[in-house]
């Protein structure tokens, strides 16, 4: 609202009746006298209009006024406030709110501290390359300009944990990394199709194949990959061959057990001879046959024996007498 102010002078003239002279000076005349002695325009405070800024925080006081003073117009002009403008080369960048600097109460040319919008997983700039902290406030330094807050993507960590569930031990555990909202270029498919290749099958991929990395700067993203021995079954109909790698692609690695871990036979003779070891009759043999089904462990080459796919040794034909 417009403001304005008057200072009043008033005195005594005395009028000539015949020619209508006015007489100022003299026998009946006064002087100039303010009103109430009041001879000054007080200084004026610019009031706050919210969302712009004066150029001036007042009006200075006139002093001194006397009748023959002229008029005093003075002019406050008001800009419009700048913002903090969010701004990322980020593609993956999500946005954020602009934000008006906010009005100072007690000074119409001022603005005080505008809050930093905080990104999740991204890190804030001034126009200097300072970071500024999540909660943070900025105060700019030309309050009718805007301010670019540059964002940058945060690095996001994880791992990726291959465990063998037959033993419980984690076998190895890899780093990944990226930038927020970035996509993980990591795969676990190598790693799985080398630990097939040492007798290990996969029971559940954790791990994503499209990963994106969060926004969460404080908990990392962990995968695990479970895998766990292939059980190969081994039998007289079923046998391999011994000594042989039990895994091709691992030349140096476990071979399959000899066959007398699933394949025995107890034999008996009986030599016919005189007093002097003179063979007097043909020799008698027989045999008894035991077969079983053991399983073999692809990773440890250990020779199972007991438990799921196993079976006890069974005499063949069910004869386990010599007559």
Same mark, same amino acid.
């Given at each position: 609202?417009?403001h304005t102010?008057?200072v ?6 005395v009028?000539d ?10 026998a009946? @005349? @006064? ?5 109430n002695?009041?001879? @000054?325009?007080?200084a004026?405070?610019?009031?706050v209009v919210?969302?712009s800024?004066?150029?001036k ?8 006024l006397?009748?023959?003073?002229a ?6 002009t008001?800009?419009?406030v700048?913002?903090?403008v969010?701004?990322s080369?980020?593609?993956n960048?999500?946005g954020a709110? #602009?934000?008006v600097?906010p009005n100072?109460? %007690?000074?119409?040319t001022?603005v005080?501290p505008?809050g930093v919008?905080t990104?999740?997983?991204?890190t804030a700039h ?8 999540p909660g943070?406030?900025y105060q700019? %330094? ?16 994880g791992?990726?944990?291959?465990v063998?569930?037959? #033993?419980?031990k984690?076998?190895?555990?890899d780093s990944?990394s ?5 996509k ?21 991929d954790g791990?994503?194949a499209?990963l994106t990395?969060?926004n969460n ?8 990959v479970?895998l ?5 079954p081994v ?5 391999q ?8 692609d691992?030349p ?6 000899i066959?007398?871990?699933y394949d025995?036979?107890?034999n ?6 005189d007093?002097?070891?003179?063979v007097?009759?043909?020799q008698?043999?027989?045999s008894?046959?035991f ?5 073999v462990?692809n990773v ?5 024996? %007991?438990?799921a796919g196993?079976?006890a040794w ?6 386990t007498t010599?007559?």
């Amino acid at each position: 609202k417009q403001h304005t102010d008057s200072v009043n002078f008033t005195r005594t003239v005395v009028v000539d009746n015949v020619t209508g002279e006015v007489i100022t000076s003299g026998a009946g @005349t @006064t002087a100039w006298t303010a009103t109430n002695g009041d001879t @000054t325009f007080d200084a004026v405070v610019s009031p706050v209009v919210s969302g712009s800024v004066a150029n001036k925080a007042q009006t200075a006081a006139v002093t001194d006024l006397n009748a023959d003073s002229a008029d005093v117009n003075e002019t406050v002009t008001y800009t419009k406030v700048g913002s903090l403008v969010p701004s990322s080369s980020d593609g993956n960048f999500p946005g954020a709110p #602009t934000v008006v600097y906010p009005n100072d109460p %007690s000074d119409a040319t001022k603005v005080t501290p505008a809050g930093v919008p905080t990104v999740p997983g991204y890190t804030a700039h001034d126009p200097e390359g300072h970071v500024l902290t999540p909660g943070s406030r900025y105060q700019p %330094s030309d309050p009718t300009k805007d301010t670019t807050i540059t964002y940058t993507a945060d690095q996001q960590k994880g791992s990726v944990s291959y465990v063998d569930d037959t #033993t419980g031990k984690t076998l190895k555990t890899d780093s990944i990394s990226g930038t927020t909202g970035s996509k993980s270029s990591y795969s676990t498919s190598d790693s799985i199709a080398d630990y097939k290749k040492h007798g290990y099958e996969l029971v559940t991929d954790g791990y994503p194949a499209d990963l994106t990395f969060d926004n969460n700067d404080t908990t990392d993203q962990n995968f695990k990959v479970h895998l766990k021995h292939q059980l190969t079954p081994v039998n007289p109909t079923d046998p391999q061959i011994p000594g042989t790698p039990i895994n091709p692609d691992e030349p140096n690695g476990p071979k399959w057990p000899i066959s007398t871990n699933y394949d025995k036979t107890v034999n008996e003779t009986v030599s016919y001879v005189d007093q002097n070891g003179h063979v007097v009759a043909k020799q008698h043999t027989d045999s008894v046959n035991f077969t079983r089904t053991v399983v073999v462990d692809n990773v440890t080459g250990e020779v199972i024996t %007991s438990g799921a796919g196993t079976t006890a040794w069974t005499a063949t034909n069910g004869d386990t007498t010599f007559d």
